[in-house]
């Protein structure tokens, strides 16, 4: 019990509840320190939200391009030209049989492959090209003759196929010229863009500059058909 108080009136007894009726509704107090401290921490939980959902984006798009660059031997996605895959088209000519495209890419060479009656499949790492192949074959209708994987080139066995495609780097060349020697059939042919085989002699050579494409045939190499 407080005191009494007096006023113009008489005398009467505050109490804190009479205190808290006298106060009235649209009295407002001015933020303290802490309640500006608790809006700050406020902002800073949803800024620190937003900024970590955004990176965690940003990984999640940019691993699979990273990640192949980080290896060993690093096979970078460079789209083909238009007239490289005229080239390519042009060695596979009176081939048949089942073919493979050693790092897809956007799936352009297995596209065009299929559509000259091919059974294509690509390989290749980045499981976004594969996915973005993979819609691609379905949009020109070939999704039934042109399959992609995501995979590793070195896991993976190359027997079953008569033509084998490759957009390689020059570091990586010499370790698959061994695999493939090892693999394929006798009847295969192996069509290699950009960079040649460096101990393959090529059956055919078409195109200039970057657009170059080597057609390498299995018999030759295998039996001594191999720069000195």
Known sequence: MLPPSKGHVGWRWSTPETLEEERQ????????????????????????????????????VATPFITPALRKTCLPFVPATTKQVENVVKMLRCRRGPLVDIGS????????????????VGYELNPWLVWYSRYRAWR?????SATFYI???WKVTFSQYSNVVIF??????PQLEKKL????????RVIACRFPFPHWTPAQVTGEGVDTVWAYDASAFRGGGRRP
Do not use: C
Request: charged share 20%; aromatic share 6%; glycine share 16%.
């Open 25 to 60: 509704p649209g009295d407002s107090h001015p933020a303290g320190p802490e309640a500006s401290r608790l809006k700050k921490s406020n902002w800073g939980f949803l800024l620190t939200g937003a900024v970590g959902g955004t990176l965690v984006a940003l990984y999640a």
């Open 105 to 120: 890419g956007d799936g352009r060479i297995v596209i065009a492959a299929a559509k000259e009656g091919f059974t294509a």
């Open 140 to 144: 020109e209708g070939v999704q039934g």
């Open 151 to 153: 995979s590793d080139l």
């Open 168 to 173: 390689g780097v020059p570091q990586m060349m």
């Open 181 to 188: 020697e090892l693999e394929l059939e006798d009847d295969a």
